[in-house]
């Protein structure tokens, strides 16, 4: 069964760091590309950040960019978010996603992502 589970989220102050994790099982991560996406309450999903399948390539929305750093652990299939300087603004639902890819890219469109994981919830408050 093909799964992605996230772990690592939480509350933390402002200014704090959080480091994301999404394990696969069922299929193994060296063949696709991944993302991460967040939604907020009344907000749209967006892209937070994403890397290329073979891991040469990332990329990261603006908002996050200096302070987000995606990485992956094709070994253990594992896929990590570091979030450093947390803002109120980053609070929401994060979520991991794969795709099978056509192309040595990142991939920014939800809608071109395969498999999803359920996520881990992110607050950021005082």
């Known amino acids: 069964q093909v799964q992605l589970v996230e772990s690592g989220g939480g509350l933390v102050q402002p200014g704090g760091s959080l480091r994301l994790s999404c394990a696969a099982s069922g299929f193994t991560l060296d063949y696709y590309a991944m993302g991460w996406f967040r939604q907020a309450p009344g907000k749209e999903r967006e892209f937070v950040a994403g890397i290329s399948v073979n891991g040469g390539s990332t990329d990261y929305a603006d908002s996050v960019k200096g302070r987000f ?7 253990n299939n594992t896929v990590f978010l570091q979030m450093n ?3 109120p603004e980053d ?11 056509y192309s040595y890219r990142v ?3 939800p809608n071109e992502y395969d498999h999803w994981g359920q996520g881990t919830q992110v607050t950021v408050s005082s």
């Open 69 to 75: 750093t995606i990485s992956r652990d094709d070994a």
């Open 85 to 87: 300087s947390l803002k």
């Open 91 to 101: 609070t929401a639902v994060y979520s991991c996603a794969a795709e099978l890819p």
């Open 107 to 109: 991939y920014k469109n």
